[in-house]
Antibody
Framework: EVQLVQSRAEVKKPGESLKISCKGSGYNFNRFWIGWVRQMSGKGLEWMGIIYPEDSDTRYSPSFQGQVTISVDRSNSIAYLQWSSLKASDTAMYYC???????????????WGQGSPVTVSS | DIVMTQSPDSLAVSLGERATINCKSSQSVLSTSNNMNFLAWYQQKPGQAPKLLIYWASTRESGVPDRFGGSGSGTDFALTINSLQAEDVAVYYCQQYYSAPITFGQGTRLEIK
């Protein structure tokens, strides 16, 4: 069974750094793109970027380029989303998701993590 | 970026009736190389992660009840829910994956009348 298990809720102060995680299991982790999606409270879904674990090919939405870093730990089947300096506007729910059966990174997302809530407040 | 616009923003339908949600893309998401529409639909219930319902515009994901159906091509798409059930109350999103950045519609909130 494919599962994506995300890290717990985080409460941080502005300016702090953060790295949240998404552990995949039940499939060949290296062979499927994994992406991150932001959902601010009461709002819609925003695609942040994707990574192909096998070669770490990473693509960012222009809206998030330079604001976050996506990475993977292939040996432990974990994808990461990190910030070097959080802002209050980063407060949101963050989901990881695995692509379906497509060639290339342009694909629907068949499996989703449970979400990692991030709160940034002084 | 491809802009996805859903209509209506919210919808109230009686149990057992049909609900239709529309999605329009600012440019075609039909690939001429494989004749497939790069369009998916997701359901998000309160407090839950989104769930894939439909991909390639009309292919139902495994385990999704057959009362859910997707249609359309090019720039105009629809999600139809026949015989609405109470558990279908959710926000529904369309998504284009034809070109980066992948974009979602703003969501349509479906309620029971």
């Amino acid at each position: 069974e494919v599962q994506l298990v995300q890290s717990r809720a985080e409460v941080k102060k502005p300016g702090e750094s953060l790295k949240i995680s998404c552990k995949g299991s039940g499939y060949n982790f290296n062979r499927f793109w994994i992406g991150w999606v932001r959902q601010m409270s009461g709002k819609g879904l925003e695609w942040m970027g994707i990574i192909y674990p096998e070669d770490s090919d990473t693509r960012y939405s222009p809206s998030f380029q330079g604001q976050v870093t996506i990475s993977v730990d292939r040996s432990n089947s974990i994808a990461y989303l990190q910030w070097s300096s959080l802002k209050a506007s980063d407060t949101a729910m963050y989901y990881c998701a695995r692509q379906g059966f497509c060639s290339g990174g342009n694909c629907y997302w068949g499996y989703w993590g449970q979400g990692s809530p991030v709160t940034v407040s002084s | 970026d491809i802009v996805m616009t859903q209509s209506p923003d919210s919808l109230a339908v009686s149990l057992g009736e049909r609900a239709t949600i529309n999605c329009k893309s600012s440019q075609s998401v039909l690939s001429t190389s494989n004749n497939m529409n790069f369009l998916a639909w997701y359901q998000q219930k309160p407090g839950q992660a989104p769930k894939l319902l439909i991909y390639w515009a009309s292919t139902r994901e495994s385990g999704v009840p057959d009362r859910f159906g997707g249609s359309g091509s090019g720039t105009d798409f629809a999600l139809t829910i026949n015989s609405l059930q109470a558990e279908d109350v959710a926000v529904y999103y369309c998504q284009q994956y034809y070109s980066a950045p992948i974009t979602f519609g703003q969501g349509t909130r479906l309620e029971i009348k």
